[in-house]
């Protein structure tokens, strides 16, 4: 089955860290970028990080920059989130998809998990 | 970064109504645009992505269109399952950015 499913989610205070784990099966995980999306308890979607296939391009949203390390291990099909020095403000369920081309030049966010909650709370 | 602005945030409407979303990019992003929906305790699922390319699986009353700077997600006979919340999502640079949501709720 294709599937993504994210792990490592939990409470932390702030200050703390915490690394998210997604698994990947069903597909060649190892062709596709993949993403890190997060949603705060009632607000909006929020994208966080990008990594490229190979691991050669990385990008973070400004609010994580310094705090926050997306990786991959394409052996291992999975995409990880090191999350450090974490805020109140981080708190949210953490979502990771990936990233379908279209050879129209469309990039586009097909397949996700179900997400794992993160608590930053003292 | 691109600012992604979403009307309305919310709305009401009826089964068999149609409706229309827009989103209007800070700048021009070509037609790099996608339409997500999410429901509640679920993960955002792609409708539309290439500001009009509909999305296998996704049924054919969904339509999106734009370019540029204005785009409009339409639902032209609105079904009970449709009931959602909907995001668009500019992928024309980094930092992504989505839109803030509008819900669609029941009349």
Same mark, same amino acid.
């Given at each position: 089955?294709?599937?993504?499913?994210?792990?490592?989610?939990?409470?932390?205070?702030?200050?703390?860290?915490?690394?998210?784990?997604?698994?990947?099966?069903?597909?060649?995980?190892?062709?596709?970028?993949?993403?890190?999306?997060?949603? *705060?308890?009632?607000?909006?979607?929020?994208?966080? *990080?990008? +990594?490229?296939?190979?691991?050669?391009? +990385?990008?973070?949203?400004?609010?994580?920059?310094?705090?926050?390390? +997306?990786? #991959?291990?394409?052996?291992?099909?999975?995409?990880?989130?090191?999350?450090?020095?974490?805020?109140?403000?981080?708190?949210?369920?953490?979502?990771?998809? #990936?990233?379908?081309?279209?050879?129209?030049?469309?990039?586009?966010?097909?397949?996700?998990?179900?997400?794992?909650?993160?608590?930053?709370?003292? | 970064?691109?600012?992604?602005?979403?009307?309305?945030?919310?709305?009401?409407?009826?089964? &068999?109504?149609?409706?229309?979303?827009?989103?209007?990019? /800070?700048?021009?992003?070509? $037609?790099?645009?996608?339409?997500?929906?999410?429901? %509640?305790?679920?993960? %955002? !699922?792609?409708? $539309?992505? &290439?500001? /009009?390319?509909?999305?296998?699986?996704?049924? /054919?009353?969904?339509? &999106?269109?734009?370019?540029?700077?204005?785009?409009?997600?339409? $639902?032209?006979?609105?079904?009970?399952?449709?009931?959602?919340?909907?995001?668009?999502?500019?992928?024309?640079?980094? %930092?992504?950015?989505?839109?803030? &949501?509008? !819900?669609?709720?029941? !009349?």
């Amino acid at each position: 089955e294709v599937q993504l499913v994210e792990s490592g989610g939990g409470q932390v205070k702030p200050g703390g860290s915490l690394r998210l784990s997604c698994a990947a099966s069903g597909f060649m995980f190892s062709s596709y970028n993949m993403n890190w999306v997060r949603q *705060a308890p009632g607000k909006g979607l929020e994208w966080v *990080a990008s +990594i490229s296939s190979s691991s050669s391009y +990385i990008y973070y949203t400004d609010s994580v920059k310094g705090r926050f390390t +997306i990786s #991959r291990d394409n052996a291992k099909k999975s995409l990880y989130l090191q999350m450090d020095s974490l805020r109140a403000e981080d708190t949210a369920v953490y979502y990771c998809a #990936r990233d379908a081309y279209d050879n129209s030049g469309s990039w586009y966010y097909d397949l996700w998990g179900r997400g794992t909650l993160v608590t930053v709370s003292s | 970064a691109i600012q992604m602005t979403q009307s309305p945030s919310s709305l009401s409407a009826s089964v &068999g109504d149609r409706i229309t979303i827009t989103c209007r990019a /800070s700048q021009g992003i070509r $037609i790099d645009l996608g339409w997500y929906q999410q429901k %509640p305790g679920q993960a %955002p !699922k792609v409708l $539309i992505y &290439g500001a /009009s390319s509909l999305q296998s699986g996704v049924p /054919s009353r969904f339509s &999106g269109s734009g370019s540029g700077t204005d785009f409009t997600l339409t $639902i032209s006979s609105l079904q009970p399952e449709d009931f959602a919340t909907y995001y668009c999502l500019q992928d024309y640079s980094y %930092p992504r950015t989505f839109g803030q &949501g509008t !819900k669609v709720e029941i !009349k």
